[in-house]
């Protein structure tokens, strides 16, 4: 049995075979653990396989934290312990697995946490993100076919949704990753994974038209990019709700024209911003229920509220039924902004490069891996709107890269 304690002369990237044609086993990296609901994240040593058939092996050198790996943690998402926890990353591809077609070791990839198989029957219906596969092994922690590339103290380790990025390296599907350009920051990139897609998406797919009044309820890292999100499908108005004065502000920064203090009564507030009438489009992207019942009320008639935030699995909402036919409204949701990260994904970074969509801004705080633990308390007291674990190599000078690893000169 593979104990926790560090092997004997081998790094974090060591393998316990290298070069010469020898098909690998084994790497021994770091991650962050959960061994169980409650307990406090830990960096351990874990066993990762080598890919399997369309998976290729990444080296992480950026990963965004979520609200989401925080309700792994408390089990308000029930998914399956251990675990590792992380969903959103950037990083080079160093190993790939027999039928891998669109990835090559040495691509800079972003890592994001729903792998479409592409023949489902959502797959074929346009809506990869609701794709039967993926979001199956989401909740098992595990691949298609119930393994996972993971191992710690013997046993099977699972990982968040199909990534596991907050480690040293990440064994993923091929259609899991998105290759990147080599100007892009792997701090920036790292927010495409999950954030950027979720919130620009959600704008991106809803009836918003130019000149429209918007209002979006919560401001971490995904509410900030619906915030961008409508401003770049021609908000006029984009009313930024939050309890947390600075988050207001960045919100502002990010195209914002109005805030309002969660903390006051925001259904009035809407209603005076918008002459009685209620927003055209709400957003909810915290996951609260009366959050949500606020968006919708917060709606003009004929307007549409979007779910975005992620409840607990067993929450209900309740709302008044009679607003459906007599007021024409519409209620909906957006699952990780209905993005096809392959098409969507060079897009957003063709919005970034423009100018258009900012990641800088949500990339102020980071941390060491080691500092987990406390980066999610900073997410949670809002101190920060999105933590960042940045690895050591990842901005250091190329000549921490190994020899024969051709992404070395592309190293930041
Ligand atoms: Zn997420
Ligand atoms: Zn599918």
């Given at each position: 049995?593979r104990g926790r304690a560090?092997?004997?002369g081998?790094g974090e990237?060591?393998?316990?075979n290298?070069?010469?044609?020898v098909?690998?086993?084994?790497?021994?990296?770091?991650?962050?653990?959960?061994?169980d609901y409650d307990?406090t994240?830990?960096?351990?040593?874990?066993?990762?396989q080598d890919?399997g058939p369309?998976?290729?092996r990444?080296?992480?050198h950026?990963?965004?934290?979520?609200?989401?790996?925080?309700h792994?943690?408390?089990?308000?998402?029930?998914l399956?312990m251990?675990?590792?926890?992380g969903?959103?990353?950037s990083?080079?591809v160093?190993?790939?697995?027999?039928?891998?077609?669109?990835?090559?070791v040495?691509?800079r990839v972003?890592?994001?946490?729903?792998p479409?198989?592409?023949h489902c029957?959502w797959?074929?219906?346009?809506?990869p993100?609701?794709?039967?596969?993926?979001?199956?092994?989401?909740?098992?922690?595990t691949g298609?076919d119930?393994?996972?590339?993971?191992?710690?103290r013997g046993?099977?380790?699972h990982?968040f949704?199909?990534?596991g990025?907050?480690?040293?390296a990440?064994?993923?599907?091929?259609s899991?990753v998105?290759?990147?350009g080599?100007?892009?920051p792997?701090?920036?990139a790292?927010?495409?994974g999950?954030?950027?897609q979720?919130?620009?998406?959600?704008?991106f797919?809803a009836?918003i038209?130019?000149?429209?009044?918007v209002a979006?309820l919560g401001?971490g890292?995904?509410?900030l990019?619906?915030?961008q999100?409508?401003?770049m499908?021609?908000a006029?108005r984009?009313?930024?709700?939050?309890?947390?004065?600075w988050k207001r502000?960045?919100?502002?920064?990010?195209?914002a024209t109005?805030?309002?203090?969660a903390?006051?009564?925001?259904?009035?507030?809407?209603l005076d911003?918008?002459d009685?009438r209620?927003?055209?489009?709400?957003?909810?992207?915290?996951?609260?229920v009366?959050?949500?019942?606020?968006?919708?009320n917060a709606?003009r008639?004929g307007g549409?509220?979007?779910m975005?935030?992620?409840?607990?699995?067993?929450a209900?909402?309740?709302?008044?039924?009679?607003a459906?036919?007599?007021?024409?409204?519409t209620?909906?949701?957006?699952w990780?902004g209905?993005?096809?990260?392959?098409r969507d994904?060079p897009?957003l970074?063709?919005?970034?490069?423009?100018g258009?969509?900012?990641?800088?801004?949500?990339?102020t705080?980071?941390y060491?891996?080691h500092?987990v633990p406390?980066a999610?308390?900073?997410?949670?007291?809002?101190?920060?709107?999105r933590p960042?674990?940045?690895?050591p190599?990842?901005?250091a000078?190329a000549?921490?890269?190994r020899?024969?690893?051709?992404?070395?000169?592309?190293e930041e």
């Open positions: 049995m560090r092997p004997a081998r990237r060591g393998r316990q290298q070069g010469g044609g098909a690998l086993s084994t790497q021994t990296i770091q991650a962050v653990v959960i061994a307990q994240p830990q960096v351990e040593w874990v066993e990762l890919p369309g998976d290729v990444v080296r992480i950026a990963a965004g934290i979520c609200h989401s790996d925080w792994a943690v408390t089990g308000t998402l029930p399956p251990p675990m590792v926890l969903h959103e990353a990083g080079t160093t190993d790939v697995g027999p039928l891998v077609e669109r990835v090559r040495g691509d972003v890592v994001t946490w729903v479409a198989c592409g029957f797959c074929l219906n346009g809506a993100e609701l794709c039967e596969t993926a979001n199956r092994g989401a909740v098992s922690g298609a119930g393994r996972t590339p993971l191992r710690w046993q099977p380790l990982r949704s199909w990534s990025t907050l480690a040293t990440a064994v993923v599907p091929e899991g998105v290759r990147i080599p100007d892009m792997w701090r920036e790292a927010l495409l999950c954030a950027v979720t919130g620009v998406g959600a704008a797919g009836p038209v130019p000149g429209d009044t979006v401001l890292g995904v509410g990019n619906v915030v999100g409508a401003r499908v021609g006029a984009i009313i930024a709700v939050d309890p947390v004065a502000e960045l919100a502002r920064e990010l195209g109005d805030t309002v203090d903390s006051v009564d925001v259904l009035t507030a809407l911003l918008t009685g209620g927003v055209d489009v709400a957003f909810e992207a915290v996951g609260q009366p959050l949500m019942a606020l968006a919708f709606v008639r549409t509220a979007v975005v935030g992620v409840p607990m699995p067993n209900e909402l309740s709302l008044n039924a009679f459906f036919p007599s007021q024409e409204k209620l909906t949701g957006s990780l209905g993005s096809h990260p392959a994904i897009r970074e063709a919005l970034w490069r423009s258009q969509l900012r990641l800088a801004p949500l990339t705080h980071t060491a891996l500092e406390e999610l308390q900073d997410l949670l007291s809002g101190r920060v709107a960042v674990v940045v690895f190599d990842a901005e000078p000549t921490r890269a020899t024969h690893d051709p992404a070395q000169a592309e």
